[in-house]
């Protein structure tokens, strides 16, 4: 019972690190806890996950009769989970991206609104293409590629500083079983296994790009390659439909 009471504590310290919520009593925000609810991060993405589908739906059975009804589904979906997370993924690729930029041509910049821009267009584009190619691929992609993504920045803190114990990646990936089966049930086995390749590919990319940097395991390339590998599920679920 201590153990089970210990991973609540700690996932409801990466919910309240990783989203605006707030439950139970205020946990603590000690260095070692900070390390050790990393690994409840996937789990996190359940919670951003349910009110993305929730707001999904919400928006597009009430505009159902509109050809615009898909995008202004994805439009909202996009908002309310930038809402829960205060935009800590769109804010650390722009960083990222910016960073990046100026490591290869001092002082210059804008490469991080470019990069935001095209990647979020990317998203609302391949969700609405989703949700007219099946409602429950676009469903099952929404909920899976929130728990999906989390992983990526478990992997890339183990890969470049060690700072995630090899515990911390089975947890979060113990996280992704259910969305992984949803995702089979929803989108079917090819689009399963797009999501997961496409997913692998950004998550490799983002290792290369975080290497370049001075601080390879800093936040923001964390938290960029959450969005990454988000984006990359919902056009491996696309391209595998």
């Known amino acids: 019972?201590?153990?089970?009471?210990?991973?609540?504590?700690?996932f409801a310290l990466a919910l309240h690190r990783a989203t605006v919520l707030r439950v139970g009593t205020r946990p603590r925000h000690d260095p070692e806890s900070v390390r050790a609810s990393d690994a409840?991060?996937?789990?996190?993405?359940?919670?951003?996950?349910?009110?993305?589908?929730?707001?999904?739906?919400?928006?597009?059975?009430?505009?159902?009769?509109s050809p615009w009804g898909a995008a202004a589904a994805a439009v909202a979906a996009m908002v309310a989970t930038a809402t829960l997370t205060?935009?800590?993924?769109?804010?650390?690729?722009?960083?990222?991206?910016?960073?990046?930029q100026g490591l290869a041509a001092p002082g210059t910049s804008g490469a991080g609104a470019l990069v935001l821009w095209l990647l979020l267009t990317g998203k609302l584009v391949l969700l609405a293409a989703l949700a007219s190619l099946s409602e429950s691929a676009v469903m099952a992609a929404l909920f899976a590629a929130?728990?999906?993504?989390?992983?990526?920045?478990?992997?890339?803190?183990?890969?470049?500083?060690?700072?995630?114990?090899?515990?911390a990646i089975q947890v979060g990936l113990a996280w992704c079983v259910?969305?992984?089966?949803?995702?089979?049930?929803?989108?079917?086995?090819?689009?399963?296994?797009?999501?997961?390749?496409?997913?692998?590919?950004?998550?490799?990319?983002?290792?290369?790009?975080?290497?370049?940097?001075?601080?390879?395991g800093d936040r923001d390339?964390?938290?960029?390659?959450?969005?990454?590998?988000?984006?990359?599920?919902y056009l491996g679920t696309a391209i595998g439909l």
């Open 1 to 10: 019972m201590a153990t089970l009471r210990e991973h609540l504590d700690l």
């Open 40 to 65: 409840h991060l996937p789990g996190a993405g359940w919670v951003v996950g349910l009110a993305a589908c929730l707001v999904f739906a919400l928006v597009g059975l009430a505009l159902r009769s």
């Open 86 to 100: 205060r935009g800590r993924g769109e804010t650390g690729l722009f960083r990222t991206a910016e960073r990046l």
């Open 146 to 167: 929130q728990v999906l993504s989390r992983v990526a920045p478990l992997l890339l803190a183990r890969s470049l500083d060690g700072d995630v114990p090899p515990r």
């Open 178 to 216: 259910v969305p992984l089966v949803l995702l089979f049930v929803g989108a079917g086995l090819f689009a399963l296994l797009f999501a997961v390749a496409a997913a692998v590919l950004a998550c490799y990319g983002m290792w290369r790009l975080a290497r370049l940097q001075a601080e390879p």
């Open 221 to 233: 390339a964390l938290a960029a390659s959450q969005l990454a590998c988000e984006v990359a599920i």
